[in-house]
């Protein structure tokens, strides 16, 4: 790669902001057979592209999707703790929400924009014995 043309996708990268395949087409000019190369480094990860109708998507080395973008430039980004779980996600409108996980997977914190939070300990069986939220609820079964 000649070096005004590295130069050229190192300012992409550093510059670009969601939605990225609209930007990428409208503002840099780029071309689809370099979008995956640029989100790569955007991403700092080799990314996959899956180009549709409803929409353009990203996927990680994991498969998992950690960004859509659809023909209105509306987007989501997602994601992923080490062992695939979802444990942030935003979008285009300013929505956002985070979840913790256990070592077994449950869920044991999420956390909305609006403000709601919510905190689980499950016991060894996977049930939810106690519960506490923003809204001053709270289920307390840990000791029957």
Do not use: C
Not at 57 to 74: A, H, K, L, P
């Amino acid at each position: 790669m000649n070096k005004k043309y590295q130069r050229y996708i190192e300012y992409i990268v550093n510059d670009i902001e969601a939605p990225y395949f609209k930007n990428m087409r409208d503002a840099y000019g780029v071309k689809d057979d370099e979008y995956e190369f640029i989100l790569s480094k955007v991403y700092n990860e080799p990314v996959s592209i899956l180009i549709t109708i409803e929409g353009d998507r990203v996927y990680n080395t994991n498969d998992n999707q950690i960004y859509f973008e659809d023909s209105n430039g509306d987007w989501k980004k997602r994601e992923y703790d080490n062992n695939g779980n979802l444990i942030y996600q935003e979008n285009s409108n300013g929505g956002w929400y985070k979840y913790e996980y256990d070592d077994n997977g449950n869920i044991i914190y999420r956390e909305y924009n609006n403000g709601f939070w919510e905190k689980r300990e499950y016991d060894a069986n996977g049930n939810i014995i106690y519960r506490e939220n923003s809204d001053g609820h709270i289920e307390d079964n840990r000791y029957e």
